[in-house]
């Protein structure tokens, strides 16, 4: 599974210790030091994997991801000092796909980049997408509208909707939905649903206030429904 990746990484010392964890995986990699170089090494080679440092001169990690996610699909691995959970969940709402605290094993990150890249090119089929009411979560193409209108969505959310498309009216618990999120069980907790349960309602719903579709089942989770509100959800 060799796939090209970027890593961007400012300590010299580290970013060599990880492209020969890579290129002994067979990846091709290349590697820069700041930000600006990040953002310009994706948007000229398209690369499948960009592994990137939160703690990066010129332009930081975080906008990085913010400025790549609002126009590439470029899987982000981002590596960070930073553990706290509010870091985390900024991580997830600007679009990563993965997040790996430092110290880290080097052989920890060769199997979150498997997962990934293996994740990734696992091939949907191609009647997958998935239809609820004005709503249509397409894995294939990863792509979300409503009522025909695209619908841009982080790679958490999207994961999120997902699971709740494939059983429409089920309802799931924070855990549950948690399992769904790969990569982040270590970190993360039910906050985390909550934030992309927030999100999703601002970018589907007429009245984020009044939601219809992706309702709360008070005592249990959440469930995705094609319309209509019943008695105990919100």
């Not at 010392?13 to 953002?39: N, P």
């Not at 270590?186 to 992309?196: E, S």
Request: hydrophobic content about 40%.
């Amino acid at each position: 599974m060799c796939a090209h990746i970027v890593l961007a990484e400012d300590d010299e010392k580290q970013a060599e210790i990880v492209r020969r964890y890579l290129e002994h995986e067979r990846h091709s990699v290349v590697v820069v030091h700041d930000g600006r170089a990040a953002i310009d090494e994706v948007r000229g080679t398209r690369p499948d994997l960009l592994v990137l440092d939160v703690m990066m001169p010129k332009v930081d990690g975080l906008d990085v991801c913010r400025i790549l996610r609002a126009e590439s699909d470029v899987l982000v691995l981002m590596l960070t000092a930073r553990s706290t959970e509010d870091d985390l969940l900024l991580g997830l709402d600007l679009g990563a796909d993965d997040y790996l605290t430092k110290p880290f094993s080097p052989r920890e990150l060769m199997a979150r980049v498997r997962t990934l890249l293996r994740r990734a090119r696992v091939a949907a089929p191609e009647d997958s997408a998935l239809r609820v009411g004005p709503l249509v979560v397409d894995p294939l193409r990863h792509e979300v509208t409503r009522e025909g209108v695209a619908v841009e969505c982080t790679p958490g959310e999207f994961r999120l909707l997902e699971a709740l498309a494939a059983q429409p009216e089920r309802v799931f618990t924070r855990e549950q939905l948690l399992e769904h999120m790969h990569g982040f069980d270590r970190y993360i907790t039910g906050r985390t649903i909550d934030v992309h349960v927030m999100n999703l309602r601002k970018k589907i719903e007429p009245d984020p206030r009044k939601p219809a579709h992706l309702v709360t089942v008070y005592g249990v989770g959440y469930k995705l429904t094609g319309g209509g509100r019943r008695a105990g959800a919100s």
